[in-house]
DNA sequence: CATGGATGGATAGTGCCAGTCTCCAATCAG
DNA sequence: CTGATTGGAGACTGGCACTATCCATCCATG
């Protein structure tokens, strides 16, 4: 259940400087559970190994690099150690559970909901997603998301499925890709793949997608007219 | 310069009902500059009109759906009102000026600035960007992200050009989609556009991109044996 | 015409978040 | 031996995005 290290064992100060991290932040980490307790050696020592480490450097990762709140972290570690405990679900239960925590709450169906839903029928019939996802939360982020979208319409928002068809194709694109990424690892490093993998290649595509802008404005508007 | 308005003149608290906003929260945009005056009536009097409320409608989507701070809000009045004022940018300077000050400061370059510029000239030239965008932000921007990518190269992260081919299809996709959708209006509205397209539909293809992986792991993994 | 409830404007205060600081007694390293 | 570190508990800080409070008008209504 615990793996056994198999490097000398770290005291607090010394995991934090390898992680680049201020103790201060480290003891912090502690006191939130964000991180689990070194094994006590004495009363001012405690020992920390690389599992402390791993978990450190992706707890910062994911709040330098996505912006993730302490709180959603909580979730995360929360899905990540009761995967340790409790093998009841299998690999998709402990990707749905870490991919609903880091996605965070989502907010109720509002009066557009219906139309919201359908839309989003739509666009998943577009790209052959499986019906089954309806019961999914990502489901319901997606109806979310769809309501705000045609709150806008009647302000210029285009909304037809066709002018949205474009991200589900890319969407589709790069999940496939995603999960044909993920190695045959034990649930545990699949997890953690999976969270560094959404929160990493969300930013990466996010600037890909302003630089791909600037490249099609430039072919559209030619080059500035300073 | 200025525009006529076309309807009715608001008062602070019709405005504030009519965007669904706390009035105190309006004040508070007036104080940072967020919301231009409104043309003062008497002492207790002043008139908004509709440009007013688009605005304001804008700011609160931005935050609400973009969670876009409010000092980069700042930034982005400032683009959209200089655009007023003055008008030596072409349409292509709008938008740079615009999509910038969305996407806020770009952290310095650090020790893999070198390879990360390789690997984004090798991801540009996979779907064939023009090699001016070398000196943009987002140019920088990209180079950044690629840094933190790198820097867990020797944790698992995949960061060959070849693992990243399809999020780059993917953004030229929809990059493309987004400047064709962009319609010919005048430069403002274009920013406005703009600026709403990248954060909404960002949000979108977040969202959209979770219930692929969440299909395409069905596909790999079976449903759940709960 | 009086008057109660806005309104514009200025200033101060709130709650939350993510740390950071300060102490302390115990203990380790030189 | 002794000065620096450590683990641990608590209080404190700074930034952000609002809210709340005041106040001197003012306007709309009866």
Known sequence: MVSTPTTAPLTLGELARAAEVPVGTVKY???EGLLPEGRLRSTTRADY??????RLRL???LREVG???????RD?????????ADRTHGSLGVLAAGSS??????PAPGPLAERADAL?????AEVGWDDQLRAAPEWAALRAVLETVLAWERLGLPVASTDLRPYVVAADLVARHDVAALGDLDPTDLLTQLVVGQVVYGRLLEVLRRLGEAHHSLVRYGPPDH
């Open 29 to 31: 980490y502690l006191r």
């Open 49 to 54: 190994d690389e599992t402390h480490l791993a």
């Open 67 to 73: 912006d993730v709140p302490v709180g959603r972290l």
């Open 59 to 61: 707890l910062r990762l």
């Open 101 to 106: 925590a880091l996605a965070g709450p989502v």
């Open 120 to 124: 989003a029928g739509e666009l998943a």
């Open 76 to 84: 995360l570690v929360a899905a990540l150690e009761d995967e340790g």
